[in-house]
C-alpha cells in the first residue's frame, strides 16, 4: 500500500456535506487541529456555517490565515453538494482564496486501509450506485460513474475489488467495509492538485437529479 507523507505547514479547511455527515476540519501540518463530524441528515444547511464556525474556534486559527480550502464536490447528495459548494465558494470569495475539490469517490480510496484495487460505492437510490475502482496509487482502474446494481456486480466479478465506502453493508454475496475519511492524507493527496477559482466552483454530481434529467427531456 502506499504511504503518503504530509509536508505541508499551511493551515487547510476541509469540507465535506456530500453524504449524512457534515464534516469540517482544520489541519496543519498533517495533524488535525479540529474536526466538527456529525450525521445530519437533511439539515445539511441549518448545521454546516455553525460547524465551520466551531471547528476554526476550536482550531484557534482566523479565518484569514486559512491558507487552503479543499470541498468535497460529489458525487453524492444533491442537496448536500449544493450547500458545500456555496459555503466554499462564499469562504473563498471572503478570503481570496481558489479551491481544491475533492472527489468523494476517490476520497474514500485514499482513507482505505484495505488490500487494493478497491472499489469506492456510494448508494446513488435503490437500483444504482455512483463507483469507482483505484489502484494503490489512487489512479482510476475504472472512471467514477453512476452504475446499476447489474453493473457494479460486473465489475466485481472483473476487478475483485475490496469495497469500501461511508457505511458496512452487503451488496448481493459481498460485504462494503465502512472507511472513516482520513482528511489530512486526503489533503496531502490534493495539495498539488488543480485548483479552481471560488466562483468556477460546481459540484461534481455525475448524474443529474430526476428532476433536473426530467426538465432537460422536456425541453
Known amino acids: 500500500m502506499k504511504t503518503l507523507f504530509v509536508d505541508s505547514s499551511r493551515k487547510n479547511l476541509f469540507i465535506d456535506t456530500s453524504l449524512l455527515n457534515v464534516s469540517i476540519s482544520v489541519v496543519k501540518d498533517g495533524h488535525t487541529l479540529s474536526l466538527i463530524s456529525k450525521s445530519v441528515p437533511n439539515m445539511h444547511s441549518i448545521y454546516t456555517t455553525s460547524f465551520l464556525k466551531q471547528a476554526l474556534d476550536d482550531a484557534k486559527v482566523s479565518p484569514k490565515e486559512i491558507d487552503e480550502i479543499y470541498v468535497v464536490d460529489g458525487p453524492g447528495s444533491f442537496t448536500g453538494l449544493r450547500i458545500g459548494a456555496t459555503i466554499a465558494k462564499t469562504y473563498g470569495y471572503i478570503i481570496k482564496k481558489d479551491i481544491t475539490p475533492v472527489s468523494t469517490l476517490k476520497a474514500y480510496a485514499i482513507s482505505s486501509k484495505d488490500n487494493y484495487p478497491v472499489m469506492s460505492i456510494i448508494p446513488a437510490n435503490k437500483t444504482h450506485y455512483y463507483v469507482g475502482i483505484y489502484n494503490e496509487s489512487f489512479d482510476s482502474i475504472v472512471p467514477e ?4 446494481y447489474d453493473r457494479v456486480l460486473e465489475l466485481i466479478t472483473k476487478y475483485n475489488p475490496t469495497l469500501v465506502g461511508a457505511d458496512n453493508y ?50
Open 145 to 148: 460513474h453512476f452504475a446499476s
Open 170 to 219: 452487503c451488496l448481493s454475496d459481498f460485504k462494503v467495509n465502512k472507511v472513516e475519511l482520513d482528511i489530512p492524507k486526503i489533503i496531502n493527496y490534493y495539495k498539488n492538485k488543480e485548483k479552481v477559482n471560488y466562483y468556477k466552483l460546481v459540484p461534481n454530481y455525475l448524474k443529474l437529479p430526476q428532476a433536473l434529467e426530467d426538465k432537460k427531456v422536456k425541453e
